[in-house]
């Protein structure tokens, strides 16, 4: 069983031909909606990969909740841990450019209201064994609870630290699994820019001092991961990306899902990899989470 307890947005999508400077205004060709959310995301990415998946998180009193749960109710995910509060459901603003690339800003609202007792509630009835999934679009105080009661539960934890905040890498020390990009490793590792050779081994250093499994995920060069004192490595897709959003939160669906499975490590990350490539060649976040048969098809 899969427990995630983070976001859940409303993504309002514009496709443009670049991204604009600062105090830059360019021209839009596309406006869309979509159900997003980090958290939710991810639920639904371990949910289609096959697991059986909580949701916990919060949304508002508005119109943007129940689209923006419509993807979780249909694959299955359990909903019973997500509350309605008084105001509105998280947003993201997101700008996506011809190449695939996005900038994206996010305003918490619903998902700011995560407390404490959410985190005691998303643990309550899980076992030994079972994982926790989370991101960074929530309070940290939650978080750091539910690390505490899964530790002594024996839940495994899995944190990926985005969006990146202050708080990221003192959260990062108390999970079992830590999930970055390159800029977010770099931040855990001191904030030296870095890569290639070096790269590696700051994140071989970095696992053995904390004993975790640390994974970096970077984009079109796989992802690298350092677990039991070794480096592993996973390509991607060789792909023309048509939107990247949604790219990571499916690879951290993915790989809790097929971990939770009983899956080895390698096929785990390698799965996840691809997962993560496939989820570029559609728009939008969760409608562009591939299916596990279409991983299946590709590994």
Do not use: W
């Amino acid at each position: 069983m899969i427990t995630v307890l983070g976001s859940i947005n409303m993504d309002l999508i514009a496709t443009v031909d670049r991204l604009p400077d600062p105090g830059e205004t360019v021209g839009g060709r596309t406006f869309s909606t979509a159900a997003g959310g980090k958290g939710a995301n991810q639920a639904l990415a371990a949910r289609r990969a096959g697991a059986s998946v909580r949701m916990c998180g919060a949304v508002g009193r508005d119109n943007f909740a129940e689209p923006a749960l419509a993807h979780l109710t249909e694959a299955g995910v359990g909903l019973s841990e997500v509350r309605k509060v008084d105001g509105s459901t998280g947003t993201a603003l997101i700008l996506v450019e011809s190449s695939g690339e996005n900038m994206i800003a996010v305003i918490p609202a619903a998902n700011g209201t995560i407390s404490d007792g959410d985190a005691d509630n998303s643990i309550a009835v899980m076992s030994g064994g079972d994982y926790l999934l989370m991101q960074l679009e929530i309070p940290a105080p939650a978080i750091r609870t539910a690390m505490r009661d899964a530790r002594r539960r024996g839940v495994i934890t899995v944190l990926n630290i985005a969006p990146l905040t202050d708080d990221a890498v003192q959260l990062a020390a108390g999970a079992d699994i830590v999930i970055a990009n390159e800029t977010e490793f770099e931040r855990l590792a001191g904030g030296k820019v870095m890569q290639g050779a070096e790269r590696d081994q700051a994140l071989l250093d970095m696992h053995a001092k904390s004993g975790q499994t640390i994974i970096v995920t970077l984009g079109a060069d796989g992802v690298v991961a350092a677990r039991e004192g070794s480096l592993h490595r996973a390509a991607g897709l060789d792909i023309e990306p048509v939107d990247t959003v949604g790219a990571g939160d499916t690879f951290c669906g993915y790989l809790a899902a097929d971990l939770d499975r009983g899956h080895g490590f390698e096929t785990a990350l390698k799965r996840a990899a691809i997962a993560g490539s496939l989820a570029c060649l559609n728009p939008g976040a969760q409608p562009a989470i591939p299916l596990g048969r279409d991983v299946n098809e590709a590994v």
